[in-house]
């Protein structure tokens, strides 16, 4: 079983910037991706960025040029820079850990982070 702790949400005036943090712990084997979703208020979750064992680095269009995405080399933290951040990026972000099984892909998630973009 994996755990995945968030940290670094809050509530910051547009233009601001955060830094979120994922740690994972646990049973972490055959890592696929790792990675940061959200989900604002009655709209579904969404990918923001993730990263690819082997492919690299996906952004959605709503945040590149201003989300940069990182990890350390052992797959156990993930962190995204949140830069010129507006009011429509507020949401809970929940991290995310993707690993290949023999009964195929297997999710894991935090609990979310909220980060409140208003001023």
């Known amino acids: 079983q994996v755990q995945l702790v968030e940290s670094g949400g809050g509530l910051v005036q547009p233009g601001g910037s955060l830094r979120l943090s994922c740690t994972a712990s646990g049973s972490i084997f055959n890592i696929n991706a790792m990675g940061w979703y959200r989900q604002a208020p009655g709209k579904e979750r969404e990918l923001v960025a993730t990263?690819?064992?082997?492919?690299?680095?996906n952004y959605a269009d709503s945040v590149k040029g201003r989300f940069t995405i990182s990890r350390d080399n052992a797959w156990k933290t993930v962190h995204l820079q949140m830069n010129s951040l507006k009011p429509e990026d507020t949401a809970v972000y929940y991290c995310?850990?993707?690993?290949?099984?023999?009964?195929?892909?297997?999710?894991?998630w935090g609990q979310g982070t909220q980060v409140t973009v208003s001023s």
């Open positions: 990263i690819t064992a082997g492919v690299g680095v």
């Open positions: 995310n850990l993707a690993q290949r099984t023999m009964a195929g892909r297997i999710n894991s």
